[in-house]
């Protein structure tokens, strides 16, 4: 009989208490239920660090976008483009404008805004 781990059931992987920053700022640790090596961009979800991370390339060579993070489900809700908009003090508005549309401080932490020239 072969025993599941936690971390299959929930596809949700929790590091070990270390954690060793790496060059390209992640962060690596290895998963306490399958032990296998995990990787993280900002602490908060962990993915298994085999191969490479898709969405920390699109977001390094692409154009700069905002984005609604549904964090409970570690899923990508929208993006918005901000090419069109004129420096920093119009994208910081924006982002107030899309914090208010989305009712993200209502949200207890569910959601967040998060600026892919953050993760750069």
């Given at each position: ?15 070990e ?14 998963c ?60 910081e508005a ?7 549309q989305h009712?993200v ?13 953050d993760?750069?």
């Amino acid at each position: 009989m072969l025993a599941l781990t936690q971390c299959w059931y929930t596809r949700k992987h929790v590091p070990e208490r270390t954690k060793h920053k790496e060059d390209d700022g992640s962060w690596t640790s290895y998963c306490r239920y399958c032990e296998k090596k995990i990787v993280s961009w900002a602490k908060d979800s962990w993915s298994l660090a085999d191969g490479f991370n898709v969405s920390r390339i699109a977001e390094t060579v692409g154009p700069r976008f905002l984005y609604l993070l549904d964090v409970a489900d570690d899923m990508v809700v929208s993006r918005y483009p901000v090419d069109h908009l004129d420096g920093e003090e119009a994208i910081e508005a924006y982002k107030e404008e899309l914090r208010e549309q989305h009712a993200v401080e209502e949200s207890d932490g569910q959601y967040v805004i998060c600026d892919s020239a953050d993760d750069a």
